[in-house]
């Protein structure tokens, strides 16, 4: 059972450049979305998704864009990589959009933009 | 936006000992969670609490959902070097956000 599977797990860019994190899942969830994690800031929204065709924003949106069509993918680009989105990025999914179901996490894709 | 606060941010003490970390906000969630996570690795999910005043237990832990809804801690009894890790509590009424979390460190 894969869970929440993300590509790259590491991978760097120059600035300027473009690129897109894949995250699929095949748990059969509605809800998916993009975490940012930077030292002592916890995990912050980019996206999400509450189902295939529908997506919308979260606290830190500027610089990147997603889709959704399909309930099993949910990619991130980065249309013109910058120093600050050098982070770690987190997918994640959970049932449905109703809180209080377990969000399950990918592994991880550690971005450094030089 | 619903923000989540986390104290203390940083947390190291020594096997055995208890602590106790918070989770506070201004706003009334419909359920708060708490994930623990380790080095290179996803948050996972240790527990959700739902009703105000709700206290769950998890071996060691001991989670309490304030009474308004606002706010939860998380206990720890004689802690372990095992819990060592970042925890994270969230909620979110459409949305699921995160606070900034508690590095707790125990030490041998």
């Known amino acids: 059972n894969a869970g929440v599977t993300q590509t790259p797990k590491f991978q760097v860019l120059k600035t300027g450049q473009s690129m897109t994190l894949q995250c699929a899942q095949d748990?059969?969830?509605?809800?998916m979305s993009w975490y940012r994690q930077d030292p002592g800031m916890g995990l912050r929204l980019i996206h999400y998704s509450v189902g295939a065709g529908i997506t919308d924003q979260g606290e830190v949106p500027n610089g990147y864009n997603v889709s959704r069509s399909t309930t099993e993918d949910f990619p991130l680009r980065l249309l013109s990589a910058a120093p600050s989105q050098t982070s770690v990025y987190f997918c994640a999914s959970s049932r449905d959009g109703g809180m209080g179901t377990e969000a399950f996490f990918g592994q991880g894709t550690r971005l450094t933009v030089v | 936006t619903q923000l989540l606060e986390q104290s203390p941010q940083f947390l190291s003490i020594q096997e055995g000992e208890n602590l106790t970390v918070y989770c506070n906000s201004s706003s009334v969630f419909s359920s708060l969670q708490w994930y623990r996570q380790e080095p290179g690795e996803g948050p996972v999910l240790l527990v959700t609490?739902?009703?105000?005043?709700e206290v769950k237990k998890l071996k060691r832990l001991t989670f309490q959902f304030g009474d308004a809804r606002k706010d939860s801690s998380l206990h720890i009894t004689a802690a372990q070097p095992g819990d060592t890790g970042l925890y994270l509590c969230?909620?979110?009424?459409?949305?699921?956000?995160f606070g900034t979390g508690t590095r707790l460190t125990i030490i041998p």
């Open positions: 748990m059969n969830h509605e809800y």
């Open positions: 609490v739902v009703t105000g005043g």
């Open positions: 969230g909620g979110g009424n459409e949305k699921l956000t």
